[in-house]
C-alpha cells in the first residue's frame, strides 16, 4: 500500500512561487498515476494537475495552466508541483494523490484515485 506526504506549506505574495512535493512509499512507484487536487475554504476539491506513470504526458486545469508544472522522479519516488505567479484564489490545502494504473496516461477525476495525501497548505496573500 502506497503512502504520500506532502511538504512544501507555505505563505506568499502574490505573483511568488512555491514548490510542493510529495513522497510516495512504494515499491513500484513507476506503476503509479500521480495528480495534485486542492480544496479552497467552503469549495469542493478539484483538480489541479497530474502526471502519467513515465512523466511523459501531464495534464493540468485551466485555471493554472502556465503558471502550474506537475513533475515526477520516478528513482526518488517524489511527484512536484512547481506553482508560479501565484494568485489569492490559489489558496487551499494541496492533496496528493495516486493510482496503480495499467496505462501510462494522466487521470483527472478525483474518482480516478485510490490513495491522497493528508494535504499541505498554501496561502497566497494580497
Same mark, same amino acid.
Given at each position: 500500500?502506497?503512502? /504520500?506526504?506532502?511538504?512544501?506549506?507555505?505563505?506568499?505574495?502574490?505573483?511568488?512561487? /512555491? =514548490?510542493? #512535493?510529495?513522497?510516495?512509499?512504494?515499491?513500484?512507484?513507476?506503476?503509479?498515476?500521480?495528480?495534485?487536487?486542492?480544496?479552497?475554504?467552503?469549495?469542493?476539491?478539484?483538480?489541479?494537475?497530474?502526471? #502519467?506513470?513515465?512523466?511523459?504526458? %501531464?495534464?493540468?486545469?485551466?485555471?493554472?495552466?502556465? =503558471?502550474?508544472?506537475?513533475? =515526477?522522479?520516478?528513482?526518488?519516488?517524489?511527484?512536484? /508541483?512547481?506553482?508560479?505567479? /501565484?494568485?489569492?484564489?490559489? %489558496?487551499?490545502?494541496?492533496?496528493?494523490?495516486?493510482?496503480?494504473?495499467?496505462?501510462?496516461?494522466?487521470?483527472?477525476?478525483?474518482?480516478?484515485?485510490?490513495?491522497?495525501?493528508?494535504?499541505?497548505?498554501? %496561502?497566497?496573500? #494580497?
Amino acid at each position: 500500500q502506497v503512502q /504520500l506526504v506532502e511538504s512544501g506549506e507555505g505563505l506568499v505574495q502574490a505573483g511568488g512561487s /512555491l =514548490r510542493l #512535493s510529495c513522497a510516495a512509499s512504494a515499491r513500484t512507484f513507476s506503476g503509479y498515476v500521480m495528480g495534485w487536487f486542492r480544496q479552497a475554504p467552503g469549495k469542493e476539491r478539484e483538480f489541479v494537475a497530474s502526471i #502519467s506513470r513515465s512523466g511523459g504526458s %501531464t495534464d493540468s486545469a485551466d485555471s493554472v495552466k502556465g =503558471r502550474f508544472t506537475i513533475s =515526477r522522479d520516478n528513482a526518488k519516488n517524489t511527484v512536484s /508541483l512547481q506553482m508560479n505567479s /501565484l494568485k489569492p484564489a490559489d %489558496t487551499a490545502v494541496y492533496y496528493c494523490a495516486a493510482v496503480y494504473s495499467g496505462y501510462d496516461v494522466p487521470y483527472r477525476r478525483e474518482w480516478n484515485y485510490s490513495k491522497w495525501g493528508r494535504g499541505t497548505q498554501v %496561502t497566497v496573500s #494580497s
